[in-house]
């Protein structure tokens, strides 16, 4: 699952970021208004958590422009205990819960797993690809009914390929979804990852899974081989 947070205070930002990382989700930090409403405009998330004093637009501004487009993605607004701004004004504006700073990093965890619990009500949380299944909310992963234990990257690597299956991802792709924007390490850690997972996932199956495009980068399918 993958979460846009729109927050200008640093230590938040970071705090915040540091422990959903930790708990499997991939995170994109916008540090004002304007930026964030850019990047959650292209719709790719999951859930966004916004904070509402922001430079560049508010957050008001932005989540406005995410209900207009239609986006029923959901949003947990962060608030801050000063009475300036009124709960009801947050729902009247599209959001689906709030959140007053400061807050204990375990009740955001368990607003964050609700509303993508919610979310997943519509769409089935269950990624398939042959006897592969990917549990999106329970990050769960088991091939032919058989548990498969990932690690944190692992999973989201998988999970990546998976909800993207038959398509080529390439190893940039792969590197800003499943590292998130900010990394700058090699792209063949992408291949170190894949080598990994192959094990876990593919050896002791006659069917492959995971497949290397030569000279783009890698897919899953559940279709023969050419
Ligand atoms: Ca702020």
Redesign the pocket.
């Known amino acids: 699952m993958r979460i846009l947070l729109i927050?200008?205070?640093k230590k938040?930002a970071d705090f915040v970021a540091r422990g959903l990382r930790a708990e499997r989700f991939a995170v994109d930090i916008a540090e004002d208004g304007t930026s964030g409403w850019e990047m959650a405009s292209a719709g790719h998330y999951d859930l966004i958590l916004l904070?509402?004093?922001?430079?560049g637009l508010s957050?008001t501004e932005v989540l406005k422009r995410i209900r207009r487009q239609n986006q029923t993605v959901p949003v947990l607004v962060?608030t801050?205990r000063d009475g300036t701004t009124d709960t009801v004004e947050h729902f009247e504006a599209g959001a689906d819960d709030y959140l007053t700073k400061p807050f204990a990093f375990a009740e955001l965890v368990v607003r964050v797993k609700a509303l993508l619990r919610r979310g997943a009500a519509d769409r089935s949380s269950i990624l398939r690809v042959g006897d592969l299944e990917v549990d999106r909310l329970a990050q769960q992963v088991r091939r032919g009914g058989k548990r498969i234990e990932l690690t944190s990257k692992e999973y989201g690597l998988l999970e990546y390929l998976v909800a993207n299956a038959g398509r080529v991802l390439s190893r940039t792709m792969i590197i800003e979804h499943v590292w998130d924007q900010s990394f700058e390490g090699l792209t063949n850690i992408v291949d170190v990852y894949v080598r990994h997972l192959r094990t876990k996932v593919d050896v002791a199956h006659p069917v492959k899974l995971i497949r290397t495009v030569r000279g783009v980068g890698y897919t899953v399918s559940d279709e023969a081989e050419p």
Not at 51 to 55: A, G
């Open positions: 927050e200008d205070e938040v904070d509402l004093m922001l430079p957050g962060l801050a």
